[in-house]
């Protein structure tokens, strides 16, 4: 049986398609409702997260599902916004290289032979950027300010992304060598 945390995690994944389809329609209405459909998904990933250490219900199942609905959450309207020509394609390719890299180097056992921590609070301070970013990237505000504003965002969301991943790989590297 699924506990409540993991069923959660599994609604943002069917939350997705809808995400992707209200932004890829060029209705005002859809684009609302693809920004409000965003926001409650992100939320609730706050929500399983707070439940499952609430409930101490953190599972296997929940640990690897969740940074994977993580990252289609965050593909998702990046993908629409590379489509409208919003933002570049070799910024989300940045990114994505970044989340695969460290997907990666966490289920790698590190040069101790140790498995790699999870996220960090820079990891944590990235995905929450990423968030507010795309959040001001989809939201159909038709003023020029707003759309620099929302691009300085996304700079600033691939920058702390690119950094946190380093920071991710660079701190347990250190640490082994001191140890040494």
Excluded: H
Excluded at 62 to 87: H, S
Excluded at 125 to 144: F, H, S, V, W
């Amino acid at each position: 049986m699924v506990n409540l945390p993991t069923q959660i995690t599994l609604s943002r994944l069917l939350g997705i398609p809808i995400i992707f389809y209200c932004l890829s329609q060029p209705s005002l209405s859809f684009q609302w409702a693809g920004l409000i459909f965003f926001l409650i998904v992100a939320a609730t990933d706050w929500l399983d997260g707070y439940l499952a250490r609430k409930l101490d219900q953190v599972t296997d199942l929940g640990k690897f599902l969740d940074p994977l609905v993580d990252k289609l959450l965050i593909f998702a309207p990046l993908l629409v916004l590379v489509e409208r020509g919003t933002i570049p394609a070799w910024a989300v390719f940045l990114i994505l290289g970044r989340e695969i890299a460290i997907a990666g180097w966490r289920v790698t056992p590190n040069l101790s032979g140790e498995q790699v921590s999870g996220a960090n609070q820079l990891g944590k301070i990235k995905t929450a950027l990423q968030i507010i970013a795309i959040t001001a990237l989809i939201a159909p505000i038709n003023a020029d300010n707003w759309l620099i504003f929302s691009q300085i965002l996304f700079s600033l969301a691939v920058f702390v992304t690119l950094f946190s991943g380093l920071i991710y790989v660079w701190n347990p590297l250190l640490s082994k060598e001191t140890n040494s």
